[in-house]
């Protein structure tokens, strides 16, 4: 029987909020290049006072995924929890507009947490700097899991991110349980190295026991696979799950999927904002596999994808990605 859910995502719900800046403003508000940090409400208020104009986006790495896919015409949910708030209306409604089943009851108005924020902030080369307050995401529990949403979905994919919350793993222990109980396999996306050299040993575990497909890039293959190349690396990966995705910026995307190592080009594009790069890769990605598409194409599927959201601020799609799959010849 047809399952309801092709894929259903469980991760950070956050509104992203977008600036400009150049190098110097990083230096000079002691935020590290190219990754996430996660900070508090404080840092963030502060954070927010020094930046320029800026641009409210709902965001969410596991969420972007769901949209991009939802925007596919796949059918999608997503678990992620906001305050009832103006971010978390935001976050809600844009969700929801892409084509999503949101679902995850709200947190309180007085709770005293808000809704988590990301502040991106984009240099010239189109790298972001991720300054990210959780928020009342970072209280996803148990209790906001539906395990007949679970048992409903081909697939769960599960953002690495959402393991910094206290009860997170014990959500995603619950999704886990109920997707693979009704037949459904479980994605994972690494999110960052930091994420992997603070969890790599909760991480390993269920890598080993409970997930079919590792979504991540090559920092956080290394971080995860120590090697002394990234083939070797993916080898490793292999030998302990059955396809392995690893994105490799400008050379593009590979997989290990049972035989060879698969290598697909990336699409050229200038590049505007990165954000989300690796999200919309994942969308197509995993479009592709539920559509019965073999891994090379999924892949492509993916470079297509992630090329379309790098050429714009934003991290979720503006183009119609499924003519841009025709014009590639995927599909």
Not at 27 to 33: D, L
């Amino acid at each position: 029987m047809k399952k309801k859910f092709q894929v259903v995502g469980i991760g950070n719900a956050m509104v992203d909020i977008l600036s400009h800046v150049e190098d110097g403003f990083l230096a000079a508000n002691g935020v590290e290049k190219g990754i996430m940090q996660l900070i508090d409400m404080a840092r963030a208020v502060d954070l927010y006072g020094h930046m320029g104009p800026a641009q409210e986006i709902s965001g969410g790495s596991a969420a972007n995924t769901i949209a991009g896919i939802a925007a596919l015409g796949g059918r999608t949910a997503y678990v992620g929890k906001v305050r009832d708030d103006q971010l978390g209306m935001i976050f809600a409604h844009d969700l929801r507009a892409q084509g999503a089943t949101y679902q995850t009851p709200l947190a309180a108005k007085d709770h005293e947490h808000e809704t988590g924020r990301c502040m991106v902030l984009v240099t010239p080369d189109g790298e972001r700097s991720l300054n990210t307050y959780l928020g009342v995401s970072e209280f996803l529990g148990p209790d906001d899991i539906d395990p007949a949403m679970m048992a409903q979905a081909e697939w769960l994919y599960l953002e690495g991110y959402r393991f910094d919350g206290p009860d997170s793993k014990a959500a995603f222990a619950k999704a886990i349980d109920a997707a693979r109980a009704a037949g459904g396999r479980v994605s994972l996306t690494l999110s960052d190295p930091f994420c992997v050299e603070r969890h790599r040993d909760d991480f390993r575990e269920m890598i080993r026991n409970h997930i079919d497909l590792l979504f991540c890039n090559e920092h956080e293959m290394a971080a995860m696979y120590p090697g002394e190349t990234l083939d070797r690396s993916m080898r490793d990966a292999a030998a302990e799950i059955d396809i392995v995705v690893c994105t490799a910026s400008e050379k593009g995307a590979y997989v290990l999927n049972g035989g060879g190592l698969e290598h697909a080009h990336a699409v050229p594009t200038q590049i505007v904002d990165a954000t989300g790069a690796g999200d919309l890769f994942a969308s197509g990605f995993l479009f592709g596999l539920v559509h019965g598409y073999d891994t090379l194409t999924c892949a492509r599927m993916g470079n297509v994808a992630a090329a379309e959201v790098i050429s714009h601020i934003g991290a979720r799609p503006e183009a119609d990605l499924m003519e841009l799959f025709h014009e590639h010849g995927l599909v």
